[in-house]
């Protein structure tokens, strides 16, 4: 039985984009779930349980992406992961 895609918009706020210690706070969020994540940038996808294709994206502040989730999970590992970008991968930074 085929399942149901579920997707979400979110948009990179942190000031520095997305680099490499969000996007390990990326895969680890969504390891946490049963449901295939996918993220895409334009015509770019990633895996989203992949440092290696987020920091492909060269993401900076401001980019619009999309949110794909499927499986028994999706809709909980999309409320989680917006809630990450929302609270900018949660990376503490000193200026």
Known sequence: MPTETLTRNVTVTNRHGLHA????VIVKTVRKYDAHVTICKGNQVAEADSVLDLLSFGATQG????????G?????????????FDDEFEVDYKD
């Open 72 to 84: 028994r999970q999706a809709e909980e590992v999309l409320q989680a992961l917006t809630q990450v």
């Open 63 to 70: 980019t619009k992406l999309l949110l794909s989730a499927e």
């Open 21 to 24: 210690r969000p996007a390990v």
